[in-house]
């Protein structure tokens, strides 16, 4: 089936008990069973009916056997990071997520990881920066907040090549599975803050991961069950009904986001513009190979400073200051100062005078009206 028709129908079986077309909120905690362990769900924390629909659809939707849901998307990462021990390293994008780069460096580095930071975007670069000790690969693609590309199946080709071959592990929250299939281009484990784009509405907190091993299921889903950031049927009964519109929605945060980014560059005031969609952006080319559509995030950087990257940002009226990205309303913030604290004063601080705009499914006309008032 097509994307569009999977996005409503994977794991969405009407409901056998009565019929229902929409997938019940199983809102309980226990199950009866027949006997002692004859029966398919016993405990809400292992498994939940809701939950698996969720799990089984977004498998579908990333060309996937296995889904997994999680509580956030930093629970899905954090049981990712799990399958690590003491002495191993993982590679990751030089521009990451902020919560990313906290985890790591604040977390699991005490536990004896060691993660280093690299161009991804630069193969070569890559290919040197693996150690011995490298087990895994962690990609942003496009990157948050800097929309960096990195070639996916490129890098996958430079692991194949590695004595040990590292898990490559792609976030996919940017481009969603509607836009980009990281496992079909060679990853190996998919991750997505469902909150964003796969929820759509800004009114749920869940993550998702994605894979194609049995083994390593097995090991996630342990990890699930045994650690227990899973997510309520409530959370995965949301993120099943923003899914359903995913790939209207995504058409136009990306045609809109390409009408904004195009309108930004020929601003006197913006001093650079990012957005894998412009043909100058230095990823365009692999974009346009890997991904169906370029997405509804764009950052820019005003003429003025960071002072005036807060005046720009706290002037909108149709774009909200706010942080998060991905629902159907339109937000703006300045990273450095709102969802990147946490990469301050380290490599991967971001330009103060950087804006990252989150653009929602409105009339593009209103939104450049806004951003025209608000830079004037």
Known sequence: MHFETLAIHAGQ?????YGAVMVPIYQTSTYVQKKIG??????ARTANPTRTALQACIAALEGGKHGL????????IDCVLRLLRPGDHVLASNDVYGGT??????VYRDYGIAFSFVEMGDLDAVRAALRSTTRMVWVETPTNPLLKIADIAGIAGV??????R?????DNTFASPYLQRPLALGADIVVHSATKYLGGHSDVVSGLVVLNDDALHDRLKFLQNAVGAVPGPLDCFLVLR????????MERHSANAMRIAAWLTAHPRVAQVLYPGLPSHPGHAIAAKQMSGFGGMISFVVKGGPAEARRVAEATRLFALAESLGGVESLVEVPAAMTHTSVANSPL????????LSVGIEHADDLIADLAQALA
């Open 13 to 17: 079986d009407p409901d056998p008990a």
């Open 38 to 43: 004859e029966t398919e769900y016993d405990y």
């Open 69 to 76: 849901a999680f509580a956030s998307g930093m629970a899905a």
């Open 101 to 106: 780069y906290r985890i790591f460096e604040r």
């Open 159 to 164: 692991l194949a090549q590695a004595p040990a």
């Open 166 to 170: 590292p898990l490559l592990v792609v």
């Open 242 to 249: 923003g899914i359903k519109t995913l790939p209207l929605r």
């Open 349 to 356: 601080a971001v330009d103060p005078a950087l804006i990252r």
